[in-house]
């Protein structure tokens, strides 16, 4: 294992070289983000470096004067750009189909006689990166705009090959106390989160993170191999504030549970120190190990969440998408009542859960950029504009202002109580982001970090034997 790790990172270095060599020159490494809006916070891929308008494509020059524009000066350039013609959109998810309807009204409401048709497409089973790369070799593309997760695949895939433009509105920036030019990263238009939610009609609690990796337990979690942002949560964990979270969590629990699990973090010492990773690498290494090789695989989380709420699902747990919970309808062996998320009990300690964005480009060759940048202010900037996400739990925007108002109008933090003001489903009142983000330790997704370690640390992943139900 050592000599085959030692490899991975002699490997690592080699296409590093290979990848700034060949790297766009607009773009480096970020820093720390300086913004500190409550999504925008944590991802950071990339920091623009100032560069001659000369270097810049013509979309690129675009949104250098775009950034510069409130939206209503947007959507005036959008108008007359896009008046009468159709505009293409790709996305992770399919609610770009139902902001569009709302973006164009907003157009009318300026100029009454302006029309817009629009298709929007939401790719399966990860295709989304080869269509943006298939429509890249074109000089005009047909994609206008993309709303995309993955954030390793994003870096390394679509920025640095120059498919993809970020583009930062002015008034998402105003609202996060940072200007286009300061802005390290890009541009998410949420945070959604998953979350471990267990089975309550039985005895067994789960208490702790490691409970879930303890002996004998079988997590639903929809498999690395076809949601991979799954898998860029197992990356994260060994970055050093989620390693340390592991680390506490350990120190916390019982001498027999701790005994249980040094074993395994003693052999991953090593294997910590060999892929470089900080001093409490070996908790991370372990966790991921014991996790991957016991997790029930499942296709969806939809069929993850039906399974937990019913009360046949005695003892078991799952790691899903928060907002899942919104379709659980009541019956006589189905209740959201059935369900406990771990995070929310006060004795709980650890990891919750974690994050991950959808993030908004404009394509390089896009045939619209000017409709492109307006409707992705429009759904950033507004309430209005983000209300197709906003209106679910679990899916924080990154602009504090939208965030405020999306909870006045939805009240996602009192989303159990009735009509007469009792708590019905305490599982459905959402704690909000900055909860999850410190008390729910919410391991968040940095596409810097996860592309710096995709090839080392998930190389090492692939050499783990996954758990086979049955």
Same mark, same amino acid.
């Given at each position: ?132 790369? !298939?429509?890249? =070799? ?5 994609? /206008?705009?993309? @709303? ?6 994003? +870096? %390394? ?114 294997? !910590?120190?060999? =892929? ?5 690498? /070996?908790?991370? @290494? ?6 991957? +090789? %016991? ?176």
């Amino acid at each position: 294992m050592k000599k085959f790790i030692a490899l991975m990172m002699a490997l690592a270095m080699v296409l590093s070289l290979v990848a700034c060599a060949g790297a766009p020159a607009t773009t480096e490494p970020a820093a720390e983000p300086k913004n500190e809006g409550p999504a925008a916070a944590e991802p950071s891929a990339v920091e623009p470096v100032a560069e001659p308008e000369a270097n810049l494509t013509a979309t690129q020059q675009i949104i250098r004067e775009a950034e510069g524009m409130s939206l209503e000066e947007l959507a005036k350039k959008a108008i007359e750009e896009s008046n009468g013609a159709t505009f293409y959109g790709v996305g992770n998810s399919s609610r770009g189909k139902s902001a569009l309807p709302l973006f164009i009204e907003y157009l009318q409401s300026i100029d009454p006689n302006y029309t817009m048709e629009f298709d929007w497409q939401q790719p399966k089973n990860n295709k989304i990166f080869d269509q943006l790369t !298939a429509d890249s =070799l074109k000089d005009v593309g047909t994609y /206008a705009m993309t @709303l995309i997760q993955d954030g390793n695949q994003i +870096e %390394s895939k679509m920025v640095k090959t120059g498919i993809l433009d970020t583009f930062v509105p002015l008034d998402w920036a105003n609202a996060n106390g940072t200007t286009a030019d300061a802005y390290e990263g890009y541009l998410p238009l949420q945070t959604l989160n998953k979350v471990f939610m267990f089975n309550n009609t039985g005895a067994k609690t789960y208490k702790n993170c490691w409970d879930f990796v303890a002996e004998g337990e079988h997590g639903l979690y929809m498999d690395i191999d076809s949601e991979i942002v799954g898998k860029n949560f197992l990356y994260m964990l060994t970055q050093d504030t989620y390693a340390a979270y592991l680390k506490a969590a350990y120190d916390k629990l019982d001498a027999d549970k701790q005994a249980y699990f040094k074993p395994v973090i003693d052999e991953m010492a090593n294997d !910590a120190a060999d =892929l470089g990773l900080g001093a409490d690498g /070996a908790y991370a @290494l372990a966790w991921i190990k014991l996790w991957v +090789e %016991s997790y029930n695989a499942q296709t969806d989380d939809g069929p993850i969440c039906n399974t937990l709420v019913d009360k046949s699902a005695t003892d078991q747990f799952g790691l899903l998408v928060y907002s899942k919970l919104r379709s659980v309808e009541e019956s006589d062996s189905v209740s959201k009542n059935n369900i406990t998320v771990a995070a929310y009990q006060d004795d709980y300690t650890g990891i919750g859960g974690y994050g991950y964005c959808h993030y908004l480009f404009v394509t390089d060759n896009s045939p619209l950029p000017w409709t492109a940048c307006a409707f992705i202010a429009y759904m950033t900037c507004t309430a209005d504009g983000f209300s197709a996400w906003g209106k679910d739990m679990g899916g924080y925007s990154a602009n504090p202002e939208v965030a405020a108002a999306t909870e006045e109008k939805y009240g996602h933090s009192k989303g159990g109580y009735d009509e007469n003001g009792v708590n019905v489903f305490d599982c459905k009142n959402d704690r909000g982001f900055d909860w999850w983000k410190s008390q729910g330790e919410l391991v968040i997704e940095d596409p810097a970090y996860c592309a710096s370690v995709a090839f080392t640390v998930g190389s090492w992943i692939e050499m783990l034997t996954k758990y086979t139900a049955g």
